[in-house]
């Protein structure tokens, strides 16, 4: 393994913890810094600590914002949200879809081997938005993982006796792909959503 000067292996290493950035990666971000004007590396390290000072969760649903009260929440029908696991689930929803509800984020998924459970993540505050802005629908939207599934389930039997319809994003294979390439999981739950045309 090549040594470099103390300063550069610093910022190898702190790059390094990034999520899937790997040595390599983070070499090339570490000289891609190193060139930068004082300038441009100064506005770099202001920007991660102005996002780090002023970014925070939005009371209401826990998503990211930068208000006590996220825009979605503000604008959205409370009346219908949708649960996921982290802040970047929302981002990817509301790229693609017309959902006009709102969002909960759990920060996290029930796992039993990581001693994550249910006190670890926002079930209470999802049970409470459901009393207090008399929830009529909640849409479950987490990840088809061993872990998402259990949560989706969780939420949906604290939920059901509430007289709360509980529903699930559909999964399946992906407009454009062959059927030769997808998993078995994957082709199991596309044809157990199938739908008549």
């Known amino acids: 393994m090549k040594n470099f000067i103390i300063p550069v292996e610093r910022l190898i290493s702190a790059f390094s913890r990034l999520p899937g950035?790997?040595?390599k990666t983070a070499t090339r971000y570490a000289y891609y810094c190193i060139n930068m004007s004082n300038e441009d590396a100064q506005s770099f390290a202001d920007a991660i600590l102005d996002a780090k000072e002023k970014v925070?969760?939005?009371t209401i649903?826990?998503?990211f914002t930068?208000?006590?009260i996220c825009n979605t929440c503000l604008r959205g029908d409370r009346k219908l949200v949708c649960v996921v696991a982290e802040p970047k689930d929302v981002l990817a929803l509301e790229k693609v879809s017309d959902f006009n509800g709102t969002y909960h984020v759990l920060h996290g998924l029930l796992n039993p081997l990581e001693g994550k459970?249910?006190?670890d993540i926002r079930i209470k505050e999802l049970l409470e938005r459901i009393n207090k802005d008399k929830v009529q629908e909640v849409i479950m939207a987490t990840n088809p993982t061993v872990e998402g599934e259990a949560t989706a389930i969780y939420i949906s039997n604290l939920l059901k006796p509430?007289?709360?319809k509980v529903t699930r994003i559909a999964q399946g294979v992906s407009l454009g792909t062959d059927i030769e390439y997808v998993d078995e999981v994957t082709l199991s739950r596309a044809i157990e959503d199938r739908r008549e045309l």
């Open 21 to 23: 950035v790997g040595r």
């Open 56 to 58: 925070k969760y939005c």
């Open 61 to 63: 649903c826990g998503n």
């Open 66 to 68: 930068d208000k006590d």
């Open 117 to 119: 459970t249910a006190n």
């Open 162 to 164: 509430l007289g709360v």
